[in-house]
Nanobody
Framework: QMLLVESGGGSVLPGGSLKLSCVVS????????LGWFRQQPGKEREGVVA???????AVFADSLKGRFNVSQDNKNKIYLHLNDLKSEDTAMYYC?????????????????????WGQGTQVTVSS
């Protein structure tokens, strides 16, 4: 069982920044897969970035590379840095985790690859 809690969402003006946090607990893995996803009303969940927590390797969605970044304090606290936010970034942001194992890089940003999910944190970008 892996428990995830997101925080840090809020309302910001276009061009602003936010730092989302994901705290993971309830496990003893030294490395696992951690993904950040977002979902807008009526749309499918979209992968933002996937991290292998052991070595910090990250795979970003091409459309978001450059504006968004990821960091971690330790293997159980992972941050998503949202910069130069646009109205189209408005969404519920989720972090998700899956135990270590073999995953194809091409699948890392697919929601179906992750068994454990947080409750989400809302990001609203509006003037």
């Amino acid at each position: 069982q892996m428990l995830l809690v997101e925080s840090g969402g809020g309302s910001v003006l276009p061009g602003g920044s936010l730092k989302l946090s994901c705290v993971v607990s309830g496990h003893t893995y030294t490395s696992y897969f951690l993904g950040w996803f977002r979902q807008q009303p009526g749309k499918e969940r979209e992968g933002v970035v996937a991290v292998t927590t052991g070595d910090g390797g990250a795979v970003f969605a091409d459309s978001l590379k450059g504006r968004f970044n990821v960091s971690q304090d330790n293997k159980n606290k992972i941050y998503l840095h949202l910069n130069d936010l646009k109205s189209e970034d408005t969404a519920m942001y989720y972090c998700a985790a899956d135990p270590p194992g073999s995953k194809r890089t091409a699948r890392l940003l697919h929601a179906g690859e992750y068994r454990y999910w947080g409750q989400g944190t809302q990001v609203t970008v509006s003037s």
